[in-house]
């Protein structure tokens, strides 16, 4: 079966610093899909930014990208020059390609940017 | 927006009563997901729809039921509610051939 850990349930980072959040998994599949999702105060899930397994170069999205390694089952989220607004939930989420549920979901980092 | 709708927005009822939530996917997607999210929890999988069939159950009580109509629209149902049940509950679909889940914007559930 499939597992997403996030071993950091807070994290804080002041204002235009550079944060990583961590997230690992683990699964016997080959062909799947990772995802950030962010959810700030007002509770909507929002992506951010998604990785395909089978692609090598690392996702990014404007100051969000990703360290993606596949061998060790891990998929950090680094946000550089943090906003205020990034304040929220992170959560990471896995998503295999075969079978029935298709999504897990990590169980969140809340990261708090401090002005 | 996501296009992911969910009413009602918030609800109010007391323990032992029954109540119901409803989604709308987006337009085209045939695939429905239910979750819970308890107070600074993460989300738990309850149910997934997809173009009317049940694809995937996950931790979902018997007393909770869902079903997905003909137009799409799914519907949640709960019964017998107890405090613990109080919660965001949240409605995902994804695109036929997409990976992407897309979020309405939950329904608070307050149980007193």
């Known amino acids: 079966a499939q597992t997403v850990t996030q071993s950091q349930p807070e994290m804080s980072v002041q204002e235009a610093e550079t944060v990583t959040l961590s997230c690992t998994y683990d699964t016997s599949e080959n062909n799947y899909y990772l995802f950030w999702y962010k959810q700030p105060p007002s509770r909507q899930m929002i992506l951010v930014i998604r990785?395909?397994?089978?692609?090598?170069q690392n996702a990014t999205e404007n100051r969000f990208s990703v360290n993606f390694q596949k061998a060790a089952k891990s998929f950090s989220l680094k946000i550089s020059d943090s906003q205020l607004g990034d304040t929220a939930m992170y959560f990471c989420a896995f998503m295999k390609l075969s079978g029935t549920y298709k999504y897990i979901f990590g169980t969140g980092t809340r990261l708090k940017v401090l002005a | 927006d996501s296009g992911v709708t969910q009413t009602p927005k918030h609800l109010i009822t007391a323990t032992g009563q029954r109540v119901t939530l409803r989604c709308s996917p987006r337009s085209g997607d045939l695939s429905v997901y239910w979750y819970q999210q308890s107070l600074d929890q993460g989300l738990q999988f309850l149910i997934q729809?997809?173009?009317?069939?049940?694809?995937a159950k996950g931790n979902i009580l018997e007393r909770f039921s869902a079903q997905q109509f003909p137009d799409l629209h799914s519907e949640l149902n709960l019964s017998s509610l107890e405090l613990g049940d109080s919660a965001l509950y949240f409605c995902a679909s994804t695109p036929p051939a997409g990976n992407e889940q897309f979020f309405g914007p939950g329904t608070r559930l307050t149980v007193l």
């Open positions: 990785q395909e397994a089978y692609k090598q």
């Open positions: 729809y997809y173009n009317g069939e049940e694809r």
